[in-house]
């Protein structure tokens, strides 16, 4: 069976530092890879997708990046975080090809910038 | 463009009652797809059901299931026979028809916070 993990599970950064979320499947090959932000109260909002190693999608522009180096491993970095990243970091994948529907989510990372 | 609208901020049902959750949406798209998560709090997104546009019939997922009308552009959630496990977030979402990548970047609404009562 298929597997998503992300980690940290929760983090705490001072503004102006550096990020690195990191986000793995396990149990599948070269599945659809994707980053959502979620602020508190709210919906969900796409952040980056991938369909494959090296192929990166942005869907909003921020000072967020997003790397895909390996098949099932996806990481969101940013080189100097702002109040406004905090929030509730969702990554996700699905099965490549036409014809899946479903979206699979991780457990979450839960950043406070401070 | 597409967007889900859920009206329902919060909602509060007594245990073993049957609740509906409201989603609507708007789409120029004839293929699409449509979803719904739970969020308990735990942060976790939790898949329950999927309605594509050209199914005939409405999904059914045991607990679950989803009142599709077409012509409203409304996707309801029922749950029946609530228990109180079912509290937690719920949101619709929906899908674009399938690129030539199949890549699926869904679109959320806003979530109902479901209390359930004892």
């Known amino acids: 069976s298929q597997t998503i993990h992300q980690w940290p599970a929760t983090l705490v950064q001072p503004v102006g530092s550096p990020l690195s979320l990191e986000c793995t499947v396990e149990?599948?090959?070269?599945?659809?890879l994707y980053w959502y932000r979620q602020a508190a109260g709210r919906g969900l909002q796409l952040l980056f997708y991938s369909v494959g190693i090296g192929q990166i999608s942005s869907e909003v522009p921020q000072n967020l990046s997003a790397s895909r180096p390996q098949d099932r491993q996806f990481i969101l970095s940013s080189k100097k975080l702002l109040l406004s990243d905090s929030g509730f970091y969702l990554c996700?994948?699905?099965?490549?090809?036409?014809?899946?529907?479903?979206?699979?989510f991780g457990p979450g990372t839960r950043l406070t910038v401070t | 463009a597409q967007k889900i609208t859920q009206t329902q901020p919060g909602m509060f049902v007594q245990e073993k009652e049957a609740v509906t959750l409201d989603c609507t949406y708007d789409?120029?798209?004839?293929?699409?797809?449509l979803f719904w998560y739970k969020q308990p709090s735990s942060g976790e997104m939790i898949f329950l059901i999927y309605q594509g546009s050209y199914d005939q019939q409405n999904a059914t997922e045991g607990r679950y299931s989803l009142n599709f009308q077409k012509a409203r552009k409304s996707a309801n959630l029922v749950i029946s026979a609530s228990q109180l496990g079912d509290s937690a977030m719920y949101f619709c979402?929906?899908?674009?028809?399938?690129?030539?990548?199949?890549?699926?970047?869904?679109?959320f609404g806003t979530g109902t916070r479901l209390t359930i009562i004892p």
């Open positions: 979402a929906m899908r674009p028809p399938i690129s030539n990548f199949g890549n699926e970047k869904l679109t």
């Open positions: 789409t120029s798209d004839p293929s699409y797809g």
């Open positions: 149990g599948t090959s070269n599945p659809n």
């Open positions: 996700a994948w699905s099965l490549p090809g036409v014809g899946t529907y479903e979206q699979y």
